[in-house]
């Protein structure tokens, strides 16, 4: 008789956290699917972007918005707030890529993704002008809004970055 109320006692035990594990997977919000959904969606957009760069293709900067904010923390150089695709692209990007003989190359190291935001840790390199590698390893943070990214952060090392800024002039 005791082994049958232990066994009834396992099988209450049992349907009891069967009902809890039940019961929180109805009650979860759909915001939940949802964002996870937005989270998918937002990764698959950051990987083709830099596939398409990688690729020599495209790139990440396709997906900005007109109107997206741009702000490169720290203390290099090009450290600040870029208000709009147009002032980023013109200020840093266009610039950037004058002073390269070839594409700079990127390799993501990570990916994480947090409701409308990912983050994107990478490498990149490529040969500059003046035959010297430039490397750098980048933190990315892009918020999205539909299939636009409306806000980055970004970091890196300003020291390789100031150093190959200042060394290597941007051709015309």
């Known amino acids: 008789m005791l082994i049958f109320k232990r066994r009834l006692g396992n099988v209450k035990n049992s349907f009891v956290g069967f009902c809890v594990v039940l019961a929180w997977v109805l009650l979860v919000p759909t915001t939940w699917a949802e964002e996870n959904g937005v989270e998918a969606q937002n990764k698959a957009m950051v990987v083709a972007g830099f596939d398409a760069w990688k690729n020599g293709t495209g790139s990440p900067y396709e997906q900005l918005a007109d109107n997206a904010t741009w702000t490169i923390e720290g203390h290099s150089l090009a450290s600040r707030t870029y208000n709009g695709r147009e002032d980023f692209m013109a200020n840093v990007i266009r610039p950037f890529n004058a002073r390269m003989s070839g594409r700079l190359i990127p390799t993501i190291r990570n ?37 636009k990214i409306v806000n980055a952060t970004a970091f890196y090392d300003s020291i390789a970055f100031n150093d190959f800024w200042q060394r290597v002039q941007p051709a015309s």
């Open 111 to 147: 990916i994480y993704t947090d409701g409308d935001t990912v983050i994107v840790h990478f490498d990149a390199a490529g040969m500059a002008k003046d035959n010297k590698p430039y490397r750098n390893t980048y933190a990315w943070f892009l918020t999205y809004k539909g299939n």
